[in-house]
């Protein structure tokens, strides 16, 4: 793939490294045919997706194609894999920003915290004979 001009939303070189080594190796540990589009772009395109909000088939061009990105994005959200590269670059992030590592606190909104649907009392019909 040719060298393009880099987002805000691309992985460091740093934060690579750190992926790297948290993704999880193919169950049968066989790699199968050599990638035609690098992992670190089909995740580059998938941050640019997620913080922009565009559409998919809105992707700039110079990224990996669309369907190549929603196809690993289905895969890995499936598969669990998303999370772990989320936990693999959290503490990096807090770290970076100055923060405590593991936060200290937390808060819930009432607006948060899912309830009934309904306010107030169930209306019910009388029996009928």
Sequence with gaps: MARRQRYSTDLTD???????????LPK?????RPRKYALREVLNTILYQLRTGCAWRLLPHD??????????FGRWRDQGT????????????????GRQVAPSAAALDSQAVRTTEKG???VTSAAKP
């Design 82 to 97: 998303l999370p772990l590269l989320h936990e693999a670059l959290y503490e990096q992030v807090r770290a970076n920003e």
């Design 63 to 72: 990224l990996v194609p669309w369907t190549v990105a929603w196809e690993h």
């Design 14 to 24: 740093a934060q690579w490294q750190r992926i790297q080594a948290a993704w999880p």
């Design 120 to 122: 107030g009392q169930k």
């Design 28 to 32: 049968n540990g066989r790699t199968g």
